[in-house]
């Protein structure tokens, strides 16, 4: 039996399929962000962990997921950029493409910019 949102997150990650792309569980977690009845702040929660831990194919899910930026300012996301390049230089081209999707949606919408 599943009890957090945790709990579930660790079992799809332990149950996904082999040949799974990071992508693909994070397409999975983004689409449960507007499922759940707290608005997926427990799943964002877990995210935050996930971001800050130590297994870098956690952090490319949670780096993955898009519908909701890792964090809420653009020196925010350069930030945890900054430190996941400096660990894991491999996550280079997943960290450039959340801060050109940051600087896109909010080149799009000016009134969305801290």
């Given at each position: 039996?599943?009890?957090?949102?945790?709990?579930?997150?660790?079992?799809?990650?332990?149950?996904?399929?082999?040949?799974?792309?990071?992508?693909?569980?994070?397409?999975?977690f983004?689409?449960?962000?507007?499922?759940?009845?707290?608005?997926?702040?427990?799943?964002?929660?877990?995210?935050?962990?996930?971001?800050?831990?130590?297994?870098?194919?956690?952090?490319?899910?949670?780096?993955?997921?898009?519908?909701?930026?890792?964090?809420?300012?653009?020196?925010?996301?350069?930030?945890?950029?900054?430190?996941?390049?400096?660990?894991w230089?491999?996550l280079?081209?997943?960290?450039?493409?959340?801060?050109?999707?940051?600087?896109?949606?909010?080149?799009?919408?000016?009134?969305?910019?801290?």
């Open positions: 039996m599943i009890g957090t949102t945790e709990e579930m997150m660790e079992f799809l990650w332990k149950r996904k399929a082999s040949n799974l792309p990071p992508a693909g569980l994070a397409e999975v983004d689409r449960l962000l507007w499922c759940m009845n707290d608005n997926g702040a427990e799943l964002l929660a877990v995210r935050a962990k996930w971001l800050a831990g130590d297994d870098i194919e956690r952090v490319q899910v949670a780096l993955m997921m898009d519908e909701v930026f890792p964090c809420s300012t653009r020196d925010g996301i350069t930030s945890l950029c900054e430190r996941l390049t400096s660990r230089p491999e280079r081209l997943e960290c450039e493409a959340v801060v050109l999707r940051w600087d896109e949606q909010h080149k799009a919408h000016p009134s969305n910019q801290p």
